[in-house]
């Protein structure tokens, strides 16, 4: 699989490269949306949520933009994944190409998104007073294992979507729940004794990672994500199988 | 590999089934419904086909509607897989089902030639070596850094055969599009087929265009419900072709 992807490396570029500036074109602002969009977001949040829920973060705001960013990510890959084989059923039609080209360049485009995104929060940390620490070179070892576990998850939703088109709606009703129940707007303190039913889910310990690198410059729970790397890579090569099984079918039950 | 060297592309005993759906459940909420009422027909729409295509032969595919000369033609592009049996091709693989398919059309003519010729496989290297020759048979100068999709569709058309014809493929597999633009145009796509066919590139067309199978192809094969009713050579077969079903 890895030899495909090499050898259609140029098609892999393209699609990336199609994903981030396609999505915005046509649009006054363009890819500058990718900022815009989030920064809205932690807007409304950090107006709304100190009123319901009272935390006791000094910097609520730099506190939320961490965890809005990575699950921002998060979202969109899923959603745009789910969707990918469907939105390309043109060109899986007509043209072979390696399938899997399409949801490894839908989760990196996420990621290239996401990237370009770290300097808010580094604009955030620094106008909050928090500043910068050699934690943060820990960093790339929470961004592969979220971006490993999108691609686990999307290698099997998209493949899926494509035999049961509800699907999509399935998921994207999950995602909207798992915010809920994803500590990115409160701390999973709140929840004392029972905090480790949240972190049953994965996306809270990759964003307690992030919060303990840089909002609390210390060593994330090193357990955990070590955990959530290695159960994101059993997921890949689940879903790289599950796909495998399923990508003859494409052509013809698009 | 070596042993088959010669040979561009094999199929054994190939057998291809569509399920047929009469109302084709693909909601959650018709799987549960409709669980027990299994309104699903297979239809073979290929059955035991075997064939050997020679490195080098230029094949046409003739047949009627629904023989399942383009289901032969997908089958060897991979994009859809045989039911029973085997089809292997050995070699770089280039096909043209539909002109255009996997065109941006926000994209620009140029940006598009980088994009579809990496569907190929080609890299970018690769496709800045070729970008004067696509650009020169499209002779679409003019408008070659304008969206695809203020093109007209003959413009199109041109731009997607001269990226096809240009990927250096071994294996060129063409479902009729010799009609491709104005005549001069069309000559130009004969003329370098023609070229091709003379250089040892393997090609497959599906044409109902018989006199521009006669002149191009040196093998017809005539598929006629899902089977091979006759192989040979392209003038005796097509006259038969004609006889039957003309």
Redesign the interface.
């Known amino acids: 699989m890895l030899k495909n992807l090499y050898q259609y490396r140029e098609l892999f570029k393209s699609n990336v490269k199609k994903e981030i500036r396609g999505k915005y074109k046509g649009s006054f602002l363009g890819v500058l949306w990718s900022f815009v969009n989030p920064l809205l977001m932690t807007l409304v949040y950090a107006i709304v949520f100190p009123f319901i829920l009272k935390s006791g973060e000094p910097h609520y705001v730099t506190y939320i933009v961490i965890g809005i960013l990575p699950w921002n990510f998060f979202t969109t890959v899923i959603s745009q994944g789910t969707f990918t084989f469907l939105s390309n059923a043109g060109i899986i039609k007509k043209v072979y190409f390696p399938r899997e080209i399409l949801p490894v360049s839908v989760a990196t485009s996420g990621l290239v998104n996401f990237i370009i995104c770290i300097p808010i929060i580094c604009v955030f940390l620094l106008c909050s007073g928090i500043g910068f620490s050699w934690y943060m070179l820990l960093l790339p070892l929470v961004i592969i294992a979220e971006y490993l576990l999108l691609l686990g998850i999307i290698f099997i939703t998209g493949s899926i979507n494509v035999y049961i088109r509800d699907f999509e709606y399935i998921v994207n009703f999950f995602v909207t729940m798992l915010f809920y129940a994803t500590p990115v707007l409160y701390s999973s303190e709140l929840f004392g004794d029972f905090a480790w039913i949240l972190r049953l889910n994965p996306m809270t310990i990759i964003i307690e990672s992030y919060r303990h690198i840089l909002y609390y410059q210390q060593f994330p729970n090193m357990f955990n994500l070590i955990g959530i790397l290695v159960i994101s890579i059993l997921l890949l090569i689940f879903g790289i199988f599950v796909f495998k099984k399923l990508e003859k079918g494409f052509a013809e039950e698009l | 590999m070596s042993t088959n060297g010669k040979k561009a592309i094999i199929v054994k005993d190939l057998t291809k089934s569509?399920?047929l759906f009469y109302d084709k459940p693909?909601?959650?909420?018709e799987?549960f419904v409709f669980w027990n009422k299994k309104k699903v027909e297979s239809r073979a729409v290929l059955e035991h086909i075997n064939l050997t295509i020679d490195k080098g032969e230029t094949v046409a595919l003739i047949g009627t509607n629904g023989s399942g000369k383009s289901t032969l033609l997908?089958l060897m592009?991979?994009?859809?897989?045989p039911t029973h049996g085997s089809l292997q091709t050995n070699g770089k693989?280039t096909?043209l089902?539909?002109l255009g398919?996997?065109f941006?059309p926000?994209?620009s003519g140029r940006e598009n030639i980088?994009?579809n010729?990496?569907?190929?496989?080609?890299?970018?290297k690769e496709?800045d070596q070729r970008i004067q020759d696509i650009i020169d048979f499209s002779e679409l100068h003019d408008y070659i850094d304008s969206p695809v999709r203020t093109y007209s569709s003959g413009m199109y058309m041109r731009l997607a055969f001269s990226i096809a014809i240009n990927v250096d493929a071994d294996i060129l597999l063409i479902d009729e599009i010799l009609a491709v633009g104005d005549q001069h145009f069309q000559d130009k796509c004969f003329e370098k087929l023609t070229e091709l066919k003379n250089s040892d590139k393997t090609i497959v067309i599906v044409s109902h265009n018989l006199d521009a199978i006669k002149n191009l192809c040196n093998r017809a094969i005539w598929i006629y419900n899902g089977q091979i009713r006759m192989d040979g050579d392209p003038i005796e077969v097509i006259d038969e072709y004609l006889k039957v079903c003309g």
Request: no cysteine; hydrophobic share 40%; proline share 0%.
């Open positions: 569509f399920k693909s909601t959650l909420k799987r997908k592009t991979k994009i859809i897989y693989l096909s089902l539909e398919a996997g941006h926000d994209f980088y994009f010729a990496s569907i190929f496989g080609l890299t970018k496709i």
